[in-house]
């Protein structure tokens, strides 16, 4: 299956547009390898939205906090992410999904990301994180395949 996410900048936002898709470009063509070493390019916004890295004793409270979480999308995003949890979902680790096409419009302010997959619906938080610390916005999700 092939997911279609549309996001949009903000008038004059085109500079950061460009950023997320030379970001998931890189990614996505890093996967087989460490997309890890793709951060060391990442731009400051993104550095900067990261959280520290968790001790084993906190991961395992924050996991037991997730599990009792009522709406667990929330609790993920607002906990917000290491480097190393973010990027787990665009490596081959990461069996729920990969990066596909990646495309910018003429304009700057549209980015559409396609979602490889096999099962349905898929968790894309990863993503919409990115999309958020980038200053875009989700304006649509479509299965196109």
Do not use: C
């Amino acid at each position: 299956m092939r997911t279609r996410v549309e996001l949009v900048g903000a008038p004059g936002s085109g500079q950061r547009v460009r950023e997320v898709a030379e970001l998931l470009t890189a990614l996505r063509d890093q996967r087989d390898a460490d997309p890890e070493d793709v951060l060391y390019t990442a731009p400051p916004w993104l550095l900067d939205a990261f959280a520290p890295e968790r001790t084993t004793e906190q991961a395992e409270a924050w996991l037991a906090q997730w599990r009792a979480a009522p709406d667990k999308v929330a609790f993920e995003r607002d906990s917000g992410w290491s480097v190393s949890n973010w990027v787990h979902w665009f490596s081959a680790d990461n069996e729920d999904w990969r990066l596909g096409d990646v495309v910018v419009d003429e304009d700057d302010r549209r980015l559409v990301v396609h979602l490889e997959h096999d099962d349905d619906p898929i968790a894309y938080e990863a993503l919409r994180w990115l999309a958020i610390k980038g200053g875009l916005a989700i304006a649509g999700e479509a299965r196109v395949a």
